[in-house]
């Protein structure tokens, strides 16, 4: 069997790419799917301690996490459907106008 | 679970699914024409508040546990209820006019609204970590949806768009830090976590990151700094019925959830948690009050304001104990209505073309509207902690817990910086008393607006007045356990 400490290090990983695809890219469409690796990696660590434990709450906790984040995504394309009509660009830089 | 369990629950959470039921059926009114019908929908979304409230003060007294564990009504979350079901109420009162005035007249604004009500009324009540992110999230996603309701208006877009990348990435960080205190304690039920970390000891170092994380993803949500930067662009950019909600609502709820994990499920482990919540505290009332002198919008003024009152309530936590839960209880309530008060202001300066966001243009309001300017001066004289009004004793208490605790350090630099802010809440007054109109006022008031105002100055005046009768309401609701 795979040892627990493997998918720690897996859920951590994959949680620090995401962090830095979503600081360093610039696409928003990038940053979106950097952002899905965050949260995923916290959807591996809740399933390798729900096993790890013998517990299933943690399984539970990640069918909840899955469908929120569905939601939120699906409220983000749409917010940036709406930047699109007014502003045919997803480069965030070009995007942001108010300063200060 | 057998059929009492599930009635009991079902009772328990009435007051959520009367919100739930209510927003599906405005959802349906909805699609009927919205144009000139939105006193309509404001009276059926008031009705809607109205039904949930007088429910949630029926269930007022005993402790009920419901769903497993996972939600509880207690006085803890009646308190916090009945802030946000108010709140809610009075930014619904000033939306009819404003929604006209900025070509929104849509009925989903009202759905949303209440869709986000019922996310704060869970999160008031969620004592599992489950419950706690579903409400977190419910509310959060009505919000980004509101935040970007001009869709016209570019400045709308890009508001929203920061503020659901930048809440994404809040919310992953937080569970993050969700899942390795799942990994640590095997639970994510908060008293049964509290208990696994007080049998184990704070042995762990993953412990120390995952609270870090906790502490982060939280404090993301109630806008202190470091992470306070979305805070400014998306108060600018939001419908300002939405900043005003935003600015009370969800910072409520949210420290509703912080004092339900910090001072009682993680209590064990406040040697790493306090340090980090003082100095977040001390750089978000730093950062708060000095960058707001410097604004000339006055929605991005008061955003930065928002953030120094929200490092002053993060100084409760520091305090801890009773005296500091009740205090931020305190604070909350009073803040919720002198910054409903003072946005409601805000609201009836835009009419027509005109925008009303610069500072500048309340010069010489008390020249033609003395009694408005009277109550503006009452809102801004009370944010700035000036007695007798309300906000001087929100401030009191919070220090009067600190300087108990012996943080007289904390205190001092909590006075000094309240010195600070008090400048820029002047000048405003100064503008109305002391500057001639540069133009006629032409203000949006209509009589739900004036109500919103009457209720936002009787609130601020009124707890100036009781302050001790309001503080023993808010020591009565603090949780049990708490010493």
Known sequence: MVPLSWYVALGAGLFVIGAAGVLLRRNVLVVLMSLELMLNSANINFIAFSRFLGDLGGQVFAIFVITVTACEVAVALAILVTVLRNKATLEVDEIAIMKG | ?483
């Open chain 2, 1 to 483: 679970m057998n059929t009492d369990m599930i009635i009991a629950s079902i009772v328990a959470s009435l007051p959520e699914i009367i919100i739930i039921a209510g927003a599906c059926l405005l959802l349906l009114v909805s699609l009927i024409p919205a144009r000139g019908r939105m006193v309509l929908f404001a009276g059926l979304s008031l009705a809607v508040v109205a039904a949930a409230a007088i429910a949630t003060y029926a269930l007022a007294g005993p402790v009920r546990p419901a769903y497993g564990g996972m939600f509880v009504v207690d006085g803890f979350a009646v308190f916090f209820k009945i802030v946000v079901l108010m709140v809610t109420a009075l930014v619904i009162l000033m939306s009819p006019k404003y929604l006209e005035e900025e070509d929104l007249e849509r009925g989903e604004y009202f759905v949303l609204l209440l869709f986000a009500l019922a996310g704060m009324m869970i999160m008031t009540s969620a004592i599992d970590l489950v419950s706690i992110y579903v409400g977190l999230e419910l509310m959060a996603l009505s919000v980004y949806v509101l935040t970007g309701f001009m869709r016209h208006d570019s400045r709308s877009n890009e508001a929203a768009l920061k503020y659901v990348i930048l809440g994404a990435v809040s919310s992953a960080i937080f569970l993050y830090g969700v899942s390795l205190v799942y990994g640590l304690t095997g639970a994510t039920q908060l008293s049964e976590l509290a208990a696994a970390l007080s049998r184990d000891g704070p042995s762990d170092p993953m412990l120390v990151l995952a609270v870090v994380f906790m502490v982060t993803g939280l404090v993301f949500k109630v806008g202190a700094a470091p992470l306070h930067m979305w805070v400014p662009d998306v108060y600018e950019g939001a419908p300002t019925t939405i900043t005003a909600f935003m600015s009370v609502g969800p910072k409520a709820a949210a420290f509703a959830i912080i004092l339900r994990i910090f001072p009682e499920a993680l209590t064990v482990v406040d040697d790493i948690w306090l340090p980090v919540v003082t100095v977040v505290a001390v750089l978000t009332l730093t950062l708060g009050s000095f960058v707001a002198l410097v604004q000339t919008n006055i929605k991005r003024m008061l955003a930065y304001s928002s953030i120094a009152h929200a490092g002053f309530a993060l100084l409760g936590l520091v305090a801890g104990g009773q005296d500091g839960i009740a205090g931020i209880m305190l604070y909350l309530l009073i803040y919720a209505f002198m910054n409903l008060g003072i946005f409601g202001t805000v609201v009836m300066m835009r009419k027509g073309d005109f925008s009303g966001e610069n500072i500048e243009d309340y010069a010489g309001l008390a020249k033609s509207h003395p009694g408005l300017a009277l109550l503006m001066l009452i809102f801004l004289f009370s944010l700035a902690g000036i007695p007798p009004t309300a906000g001087f004793f929100a401030k009191f208490y919070i220090l009067a817990a600190l300087v108990a605790q012996g943080h007289v350090a904390l205190a001092v630099i909590a006075v000094l910086l309240s010195a600070v802010a008090a400048y820029f809440y002047l000048r405003i007054v100064m503008l109305m008393y002391m500057k001639e109109p540069a133009r006629s006022f032409d203000l949006a008031l209509t009589p739900p607006l004036r109500l919103a105002l009457a209720v936002a100055g009787l609130g601020t005046v009124g707890i100036g007045l009781l302050p001790a009768w309001f503080l023993d309401m808010a020591r009565g609701a603090v949780f049990p356990g708490i010493g």
